[in-house]
């Protein structure tokens, strides 16, 4: 079975210090990378995508770096705020003809504290 | 505003009891997907539509029907057979389906949290 594999499954960040999350997948077929921000009791909202053919994409604070050799990927919250205190997922998919079907990490919990 | 809403917000089920999960959007999207979420396992894909009056089963499609009859609609039945259905259950949707193969990005809906009574 695909897997994608996320770790920490939970992590405390101070505030404006720097979130780290890693990705690791085992698919090369694997051509899409999104993270998805969940709070509770809500559905996963889309923070930022990244493509095989870049090795980092920024958007405001958060980051995506790709590593295609070593096939992981990771997201880092620049200046991490409480607002921020969520679950984050990684995920993959590819355009392998079976749909857009993503494959999803199991989860990081972020608490940023004051 | 576009998006995707799902209903009930709860919903409790007997022993023995079909109950039927909505999902519609209004996002003109072809592609429909369900998951279940669980604490500490992530989103596991429950079934899929790429299209109207076409689905195809996830990784843990037992226990479980969908139907997909309008391009807004696609509602789950978590049948008696599902014998664990205590999860938070998310529909979404992406895509147009000239674009299904550059991997469209997913949009979620806030989920409908199942218990058993």
């Known amino acids: 079975q695909q897997q994608v594999k996320q770790s920490p499954q939970s992590l405390i960040v101070q505030k404006g210090g720097i979130s780290i999350i890693n990705c690791a997948y085992e698919?090369?077929?694997?051509?899409?990378f999104p993270w998805y921000q969940q709070f509770p009791g809500k559905g996963p909202a889309l923070l930022i995508a990244i493509r095989p053919d870049v090795s980092e994409k920024k958007e405001g604070r958060f980051t995506i770096s790709f590593n295609k050799s070593a096939k992981q990927f990771s997201l880092h919250i620049m200046d991490s705020q409480p607002g921020d205190s969520a679950t984050y997922f990684c995920a993959a998919s590819g355009a392998t003809g079976g749909g857009n079907k993503l494959t999803f990490g199991t989860g990081t919990q972020l608490k940023v504290e004051l | 505003d576009g998006g995707i809403t799902q209903s009930p917000k709860y919903l409790f089920r007997k022993e023995g009891q079909n109950v039927t999960l909505s999902c519609e959007q209004n996002?003109?999207?072809?592609?429909m997907y369900w998951y279940r979420q669980d604490p500490g396992q992530g989103l596991r894909l429950i079934y899929y539509?790429?299209?109207?009056?076409?689905?195809q089963k996830g990784d843990i499609a037992e226990g479980y029907s969908v139907s997909r009859e309008k391009k807004e609609s696609f509602p789950l039945t978590v049948t008696s057979a599902q014998k664990n259905p205590t999860a938070f259950y998310l529909c979404?949707?992406?895509?147009?389906?000239?674009?299904?193969?550059?991997?469209?990005?997913?949009?979620f809906g806030d989920g409908t949290r199942l218990s058993i009574l």
């Open positions: 539509s790429q299209i109207v009056n076409d689905f």
């Open positions: 996002l003109n999207h072809d592609a």
């Open positions: 698919n090369t077929a694997f051509d899409y």
């Open positions: 979404a949707s992406s895509g147009t389906r000239r674009r299904l193969s550059s991997n469209q990005p997913q949009h």
